[in-house]
T-cell receptor, first 114, second 109 residues
Framework: DAGVIQSPRHEVTEMGQEVTLRCKPISGHDYLFWYRQTMMRGLELLIYFNNNVPIDDSGMPEDRFSAKMPNASFSTLKIQPSEPRDSAVYFC????????????FGPGTRLTVT | GQQVMQIPQYQHVQEGEDFTTYCNSSTTLSNIQWYKQRPGGHPVFLIQ?????EVKKQKRLTFQFGEAKKNSSLHITATQTTDVGTYFC?????????FGKGTRLSVIA
């Protein structure tokens, strides 16, 4: 298996632009997680899905952030409009059966908003 | 909400010295996981502890879960340059995994 795939690996955009991050989880995994990592705040859970259904989005910073999972093999995290404080590394992770199971992380997307 | 605190934040050691990082939760945990993130990389799962007082070993790494299931530690014996990275604990109780902020380990050759 190729592991969790994320694209793009790097994104540089100007403030106010829309940003879409993409994730393909490991085939057969039921859970998908989106994290944001910064030096100041560490690794923060933004939202997670179980069987394509959003379960907990309490970590999503504000209405500018939205996430979808239209099918078992694809998820997106969208920021509209983007702001400089959104600059971070965004990780997608998947697991076989929930929070008690190990999570497999993708390589991350490094987002820079200027 | 549930919080997981990890200390120290940074640790610099000479190659061959031992290293320990500690993890404390504000609530009792169902299990605790440990991850390693190499510089520029992504977190990679190391191990999961489930039972009270559990101790597991992976070569030079020893993981412990406290009796009260609220704390954990990772000990590395005789560090090597390949051990460089950030070590995260992550606990779960009634919530999804909550990650500590990690301990960044530097190993001086």
């Amino acid at each position: 298996d190729a592991g969790v795939i994320q694209s793009p690996r790097h994104e540089v955009t100007e403030m106010g632009q829309e940003v879409t991050l993409r994730c393909k989880p490991i085939s057969g995994h039921d859970y998908l997680f989106w994290y944001r990592q910064t030096m100041m705040r560490g690794l923060e859970l933004l939202i997670y899905f179980n069987n394509n259904v959003p379960i907990d989005d309490s970590g999503m910073p504000e209405d500018r952030f939205s996430a979808k999972m239209p099918n078992a093999s694809f998820s997106t995290l969208k920021i509209q409009p983007s702001e400089p404080r959104d600059s971070a590394v965004y990780f997608c992770a998947s697991s076989l059966a929930g929070q008690s199971y190990e999570q497999y992380f993708g390589p991350g997307t490094r987002l820079t908003v200027t | 909400g549930q919080q997981v605190m990890q200390i120290p934040q940074y640790q610099h050691v000479q190659e061959g010295e031992d290293f320990t990082t500690y993890c404390n939760s504000s609530t009792t945990l169902s299990n605790i996981q440990w991850y390693k993130q190499r510089p520029g990389g992504h977190p990679v799962f190391l191990i999961q502890l489930v039972k009270s007082g559990e101790v597991k070993k992976q070569k030079r790494l020893t993981f412990q879960f406290g009796e009260a299931k609220k704390n954990s530690s990772l000990h590395i014996t005789a560090t090597q340059t390949t051990d460089v990275g950030t070590y995260f604990c992550a606990g779960t109780g009634n919530t999804p995994l909550v990650f500590g902020k990690g301990t960044r380990l530097s190993v001086i050759a």
